[in-house]
């Protein structure tokens, strides 16, 4: 749970967020979070999805998520589910934008949003921070272009 805003959560808490999460996915028109298994494993790794904003410093934003278990780490999964993610949003979604929001100190989370085509564009203070989180976005090329 490291750079998590709320912390290690209990068992309880966790089972509360996982209905909202569900719940919230059946009327997210895709813009959900997902479960990383590990196919030949069958191993549980963690999630990566997208999750709507609707005023992130004055503008509805999808921001792109991940959070593996510990010991996962490092094996580039979170890459290659990053690059799912993204062309899944870009592709089938057909979204325009696609953003992440990530404390400056966290060098993994900043590689994986650097990897999959994102730039740092500003700094923004969520409500639950008391000092900015840094920005990055890209665009969805095949629109914008
Ligand atoms: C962020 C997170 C998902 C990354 O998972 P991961 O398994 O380490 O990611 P990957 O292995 O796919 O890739 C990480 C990249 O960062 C690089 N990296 C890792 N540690 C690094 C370090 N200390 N300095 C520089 N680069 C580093 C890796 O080399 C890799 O890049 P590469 O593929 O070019 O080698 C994981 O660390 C995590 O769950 N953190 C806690 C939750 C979190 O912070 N989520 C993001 C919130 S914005």
């Known amino acids: 749970m490291e750079f998590s805003t709320t912390g290690t959560k209990t068992v309880d808490e966790v089972e509360v967020w996982l209905s909202s999460v569900i719940e919230d996915s059946r009327k997210s028109n895709g813009i959900e979070l997902f479960g990383l298994h590990h196919k030949e494993k069958s191993v549980f790794l963690g999630y990566c999805g997208l999750t709507l904003f609707p005023d992130l410093d004055g503008k509805t934003e999808i921001v792109i998520g991940y959070r593996l278990i510990r010991k996962h780490w490092g ?24 953003v992440a929001l990530i404390e400056p100190t966290n060098i993994r989370s900043i590689c994986v949003a650097k990897k999959i085509g994102m730039t740092y564009e500003k700094e923004v203070l969520l409500a639950e921070y008391d000092y900015p989180d840094h920005l990055y976005s890209m665009k969805n090329a095949a629109i914008s272009a």
């Not at 589910?81 to 934008?97: C, M, S, W």
């Open 75 to 98: 094996n580039g999964y979170a890459c290659e589910a990053a690059f799912a993610v993204r062309d899944y949003a870009f592709t089938e979604l057909k979204l325009q934008r696609l």
